[in-house]
């Protein structure tokens, strides 16, 4: 790789103040992609496939992801850690089942709609960021805990971990919906 290809193109300036943190949902995708397009670099315009991303809300405050670069500068290498928390209440059955299930996919491909979005118009859309493109996410971690007291969380805590060579991916979408961007995938 030459020098050229690694100089910035862009600075950053400080915008307003109209962030803000968190995770509305994660979708799981129960199926398969076949193609990817971008509309440019970092942005995918569209994701085709089969099968159904499901959806799981979360509560405000409670869900994150996190995205580490990891770069060793004596070995050449960079790769990139994103870590999707996410927490389901209620410890039952099903849910138990459905995280048994989690833990053995090894290449699951994940959605995170971001509480930091945009105002549609007709409400408040988050972004949408696409974790395992390349490789697929696992489940790295996980509790199920009953909590002590009577106003402790009783549930679910999972991480979904992708090591990816590329960043992850923004989402574009056209009505402030997964959906509108997928092409033989539904979500439910």
Do not use: H, W
């Not at 799981?28 to 809300?57: C, D, P, R, W």
């Not at 099903?94 to 709609?113: C, D, F, G, P, Y």
């Amino acid at each position: 790789m030459s020098q050229a290809s690694c100089q910035l193109t862009s600075g950053y300036s400080i915008p307003c103040r109209d962030s803000v943190g968190g995770i509305k949902a994660f979708y799981i995708l129960s199926g398969s992609v076949t193609s990817i397009a971008e509309a440019s670099e970092g942005l995918i315009s569209g994701i085709s496939g089969s099968g159904t991303f499901f959806k799981i809300e979360q509560q405000k405050e409670n869900g994150s992801l996190t995205e580490t670069v990891n770069a060793d500068l004596s070995a050449g290498s960079v790769f990139y850690q994103d870590d999707a928390e996410i927490v389901i209440q209620k410890l039952q059955a099903s849910i138990r089942n459905q995280v048994a299930v989690l833990s053995k996919n090894t290449s699951l491909k994940v959605v995170a709609e971001t509480q930091n979005g945009l105002d549609s118009g007709d409400g408040y859309s988050g972004r949408f960021f696409y974790i395992g493109r390349y490789n697929g996410c696992a489940l790295s971690a996980g509790t199920g805990t009953t909590g002590a007291a009577f106003a402790d969380s009783s549930g679910y805590n999972i991480t979904l971990t992708a090591m990816e060579p590329k960043p992850i991916f923004e989402i574009e979408s056209s009505d402030g919906t997964l959906l509108s961007a997928l092409n033989g995938i539904t979500v439910s």
